[in-house]
């Protein structure tokens, strides 16, 4: 089992900043990517960013060029730096962790969210 604990969200006015942090335990072997996802009230959760363990990221169309993504192996922990916040950024964001005990087989964790408001 993994488990994952996000920080860092709260209230923030348009323009602004915020860094989210995840930090993983457990058994936190074998995970192949880590990144964050978000859900809106009416919406389907979607895709942030992530990271491979190999280093390779990928954005939702909608925050290129905004967010970062970056890990800390020494610390188990993936951050999400959001710049330029927009209103339609609120959401609450999760964790992610992919893992593969096995070949050809993925186990999904999540973290509990963390609440993210872009309002003035």
């Known amino acids: 089992q993994v488990q994952l604990v996000e920080s860092g969200g709260g209230l923030v006015q348009p323009g602004g900043s915020l860094r989210l942090s995840c930090a993983a335990s457990?058994?936190?072997?074998?995970?192949?990517?880590m990144g964050w996802y978000r859900q809106a009230p009416g919406n389907q959760r979607e895709l942030v960013a992530i990271?491979?363990?190999?280093?390779?990221?990928n954005y939702g169309d909608s925050v290129k060029g905004r967010f970062t993504i970056s890990g800390d192996n020494a610390k188990n922990t993936v951050y999400l730096q959001m710049n330029n916040l927009k209103p339609d950024d609120t959401a609450v964001y999760y964790c992610?962790?992919?893992?593969?005990?096995?070949?050809?087989?993925?186990?999904?964790?999540w973290g509990q969210g963390t609440q993210v408001t872009v309002s003035s």
């Open positions: 992610n962790a992919r893992q593969s005990l096995v070949p050809g087989i993925e186990d999904d964790y």
């Open positions: 457990g058994s936190i072997f074998s995970i192949n990517a």
């Open positions: 990271i491979t363990s190999g280093g390779r990221v």
